[in-house]
Antibody, heavy 120, light 107 residues
Framework: QVQLQESGPGLVKPSQTVSLTCTVSGGSISSRDHYWSWIRQPPGKGLEWIGYIYFTGTTYYNPSLKSRVTTSMDMSKNHFSLNLTSVDAADTAVYYC????????????WGQGTLVTVSS | DIQLTQSPSSLSASLGDRVTITCRASQSISTYLNWYQQNPGKAPKLLIYAASSLQSGVPSRFSGSGSGTDFTLTISSLQPEDFATYYCQQSRTTPLTFGQGTRVEIK
């Protein structure tokens, strides 16, 4: 079955860029039936959709983060990535990647998540 | 953006209890509504999609209903592994949004 695994730095300084990668196994990110998404969850709080990317390179971002977010895909490595620029303490969160069914916009499965802490 | 409001924010229940969580959307979303379960320190897990379809592998004690703006998630007989936080998510349009969560605790 499809599995996703996030990787990236656990600690980032304010104003810097956080870069995360999600490696997919058991399936291909070139699937025509799926988007590949990022979601975050600040400690003790709810879930926020960041955006997703399709195999064509088409992206959809949450307007609340759009000016600071870019996503990309590497088909040869079967992974996709997130860059979030100009981070501050409010960006401290567990970042999840997930597969999204293109026709129903449901998230399944999810990666285990990676905690990113923004602190000097 | 479509806002989702869950109620209650938390509840206490006993093993074997029937539990109902509601999710109200700020505008009609037809049946574009999904439910997730999140245990502490874990990623969310899809339970119900399209308002009432049970995800493969999810126990049949979980059920969903509703359309338009009002939806419910029901657990027919609460089991130990069901004590968790539950989120609804609208899949009608981007930005995709989640409810604030409902925490189910042991009474």
């Amino acid at each position: 079955q499809v599995q996703l695994q996030e990787s990236g730095p656990g600690l980032v300084k304010p104003s810097q860029t956080v870069s995360l990668t999600c490696t997919v196994s058991g399936g291909s990110i070139s699937s025509r039936d799926h988007y590949w998404s990022w979601i975050r969850q600040p400690p003790g709080k709810g879930l926020e959709w960041i955006g997703y990317i399709y195999f064509t390179g088409t992206t959809y971002y949450n307007p609340s983060l759009k000016s600071r977010v870019t996503t990309s895909m590497d088909m040869s490595k079967n992974h996709f990535s997130l860059n979030l620029t100009s981070v501050d303490a409010a960006d401290t969160a567990v970042y999840y990647c997930a597969r999204v069914s293109r026709h129903s916009n449901r998230f399944d499965p999810w990666g285990q998540g990676t905690l990113v802490t923004v602190s000097s | 953006d479509i806002q989702l409001t869950q109620s209650p924010s938390s509840l206490s229940a006993s093993l074997g209890d029937r539990v109902t969580i509601t999710c109200r959307a700020s505008q009609s979303i037809s049946t574009y509504l999904n439910w997730y379960q999140q245990n502490p320190g874990k990623a969310p897990k899809l339970l119900i999609y399209a308002a009432s379809s049970l995800q493969s592998g999810v126990p049949s004690r979980f059920s969903g209903s509703g359309s338009g703006t009002d939806f419910t998630l029901t657990i027919s007989s609460l089991q130990p592994e069901d004590f968790a936080t539950y989120y609804c998510q609208q899949s009608r349009t981007t930005p995709l949004t989640f409810g604030q969560g409902t925490r189910v605790e042991i009474k």
